[in-house]
T-cell receptor
């Protein structure tokens, strides 16, 4: 158990809909990262937050957005969903900030499996 | 932007040493190279991290040449429980980039 929690575990929705994925980092960790994992694209970095502020951006679509709240939990919002958005979405957290996170040890949650029908 | 590439799969037997290489051009000069292990339906788990030369911990070693264009994860004496997918993680153009992943199958 990494100490990172994600809800829900599974999510099934239809094209065009909007969903929110939630992540609670390990106690004391200030950085939160979001990743998408699909069969054809592998593990893709989406976005990083540090202590409530956006810190780095990866291949995140404009239809996707995220935020980190004062209690440090984070939410990833996916809107106008398409079939291709079906994937596993992972959240990770780390204790410190170091540039783009290349030096921090990241602890991953169990993921949310999103299925868009 | 060059891809961070790894062999798709590798097979080994219990007790053997396994070396998995990740090729990564133009990585950030100040950031580490990190390796993660992933089991089915779980999030990746940290294995080892290094900046240059050789790093060893209780589960693996990491070899990084001076030009940092590649890195090699070494797993000594693998067991059946090491069957998993292994990823390298680097920073390229200010973005976190995972390698393509190597599926390691360990046979008895």
């Amino acid at each position: 158990d990494s100490g990172v929690t994600q809800t829900p575990k599974h999510l099934i929705t239809a094209t065009g809909q909007r969903v929110t994925l939630r992540c609670s980092p390990r106690s004391g960790d200030l950085s939160v990262y979001w990743y998408q994992q699909s069969l054809d694209q592998g593990l893709q970095f989406l976005i990083q937050y540090y202590n409530g502020e956006e810190r780095a951006k990866g291949n995140i679509l404009e239809r996707f957005s995220a935020q980190q709240f004062p209690d440090l939990h984070s939410e990833l919002n996916l809107s106008s969903l398409e079939l291709g958005d079906s994937a596993l979405y992972f959240c990770a957290s780390s204790a410190s900030i170091s540039g783009t996170g290349g030096t921090d040890t990241q602890y991953f949650g169990p993921g949310t499996r999103l299925t868009v029908l | 932007l060059a891809k961070t590439t790894q062999p798709i799969s590798m097979d080994s037997y219990e007790g053997q040493e396994v070396n998995i290489t990740c090729s990564h051009n133009n990585i950030a000069t100040n950031d580490y190279i990190t390796w993660y292990q992933q089991f089915p339906s779980q999030g990746p788990r940290f294995i080892i991290q290094g900046y240059k030369t050789k790093v060893t911990n209780e589960v693996a070693s990491l070899f990084i040449p001076a030009d940092r264009k590649s890195s090699t994860l070494s797993l000594p004496r693998v067991s059946l429980s090491d069957t998993a997918v292994y990823y390298c993680l680097v920073v390229q153009a200010d973005k976190l980039i995972f390698g393509t992943g190597t599926r390691l199958q360990v046979f008895p």
